[in-house]
């Protein structure tokens, strides 16, 4: 989509694609073989808090909390991830619905690029991110 000049199209893909990811490692993590009700969201903060991972992720801290107990994590997100995560978090779950139905330009070439960067770009970008902890 990004080289045929769909660039919301393109933005809404990667956006569902690192929502998929987040919601497979819920579902791994949690050993389910399907989602609850409660993970039906299109909101990426929502899912990243459900499964733990937002303030590895976001503010790239390698703590996080169990119970009361602070656990050192063992795969802190480098810098790079974690300005990823807030690019991908640009777009509200509203935002992000509305893509569906506009004009492919009303988000910019540069913007589209730096999304796709920031979801698919290794070692850093969201999906292998993901990946790493499946």
Known sequence: MLKAGY???AVLQGHYAVEIAVKRYIARSRGLSHLQKAYQTHDLKQLLHAAGLYDEAVKGSANRRRGEAIVLSSH????SAAQNWK???RYSESEITKLRYVSPSV?????ARMHFEAVSM???GLIPWLDRRT
């Open 107 to 111: 988000i910019s070439e540069e913007d």
């Open 7 to 9: 660039y919301a199209g």
């Open 87 to 89: 690019i991908a978090l």
């Open 76 to 79: 802190p997100a480098p810098a």
């Open 122 to 124: 290794s070692p850093n």
